[in-house]
């Protein structure tokens, strides 16, 4: 069965460089979560999308921004990066937001900076 | 503030062992999920269980849920060293359906 597809795995970037991260869902989930996972921490929400529209905001910085595409893949920007940046970065989708549902988690995207 | 914190925090156990972890929150949910992470790669979903259910079953997965106590315990049973890996419990709290997740709880099976 097809699962989340995180691109690129492994990241390595200098401070004050920017990055971007992609995110294809499961086909046919319309709905995209991004979370954070700091070494040795529990995932944290960052930020939602739910039919390409911004659902849900959570401790994401205003160096971050993210959308969600047509095809539903999304993309989350990072600028002005800081070592404290640096950590595994998952994506999940499921197929809607319904209370019910529940969300499928990509690989990952460790990003480190230096 | 934490939602789902789990107990214990790490856990070695000898294979064929059952393994139970606890999980506590603090607000209403409307739903509670599992995952396994293994050495700081991919969460993998175990189990979800709704507010209204108290019991759910998966293979050597068994979920409890109480929402009085607002906790919930996932066992595992005849354990094998391949389930070595984190644990989190992560809760659904809000429409949007973004999920809280506790500290995780790192098992151990010794083969």
């Known amino acids: 069965a097809a699962g989340v597809i995180q691109s690129p795995r492994h990241l390595i970037k200098e401070k004050r460089e920017t990055a971007t991260l992609k995110c294809y869902p499961i086909?046919?989930?319309?709905?995209v979560y991004w979370y954070q996972q700091g070494p040795g921490q529990d995932p944290q929400f960052l930020i939602s999308?739910?039919?390409?529209?911004?659902?849900d905001k959570g401790s994401i910085p205003d160096r971050f921004s993210a959308q969600q595409f047509s095809d539903y893949h999304s993309e989350l920007n990072m600028s002005s990066l800081e070592l404290g940046d640096s950590a595994l970065y998952f994506c999940?989708?499921?197929?809607?937001?319904?209370?019910?549902?529940?969300?499928?988690f990509g690989p990952g995207t460790r990003l480190t900076v230096l | 503030s934490q939602q789902g914190e789990e107990d214990p925090q790490a856990l070695s156990i000898q294979e064929g062992e059952n393994a139970t972890m606890n999980c506590s929150y603090k607000?209403?949910?409307?739903?509670l999920q599992w995952y396994r992470q293994n050495s700081g790669r991919g969460l993998v979903h175990l189990i979800l269980?709704?507010?209204?259910?108290r019991e759910k079953h998966s293979g050597r997965l068994r979920v409890t849920l109480d929402t009085s106590k607002k906790s919930s315990s996932l066992l595992i049973t005849a354990s094998r060293a391949a389930d070595t890996a984190s644990y989190f419990c992560?809760?659904?709290?809000?429409?949007?359906?973004?999920?809280?997740f506790g500290k995780g709880i790192t098992l151990s099976v010794r083969p």
């Open positions: 992560a809760t659904d709290a809000g429409a949007n359906s973004k999920l809280t």
């Open positions: 999308f739910y039919e390409k529209m911004q659902s």
């Open positions: 086909p046919r989930h319309d709905t």
């Open positions: 269980i709704r507010s209204n259910e």
């Open positions: 999940a989708s499921s197929p809607g937001q319904g209370y019910w549902n529940e969300q499928f």
């Open positions: 607000t209403s949910i409307n739903n």
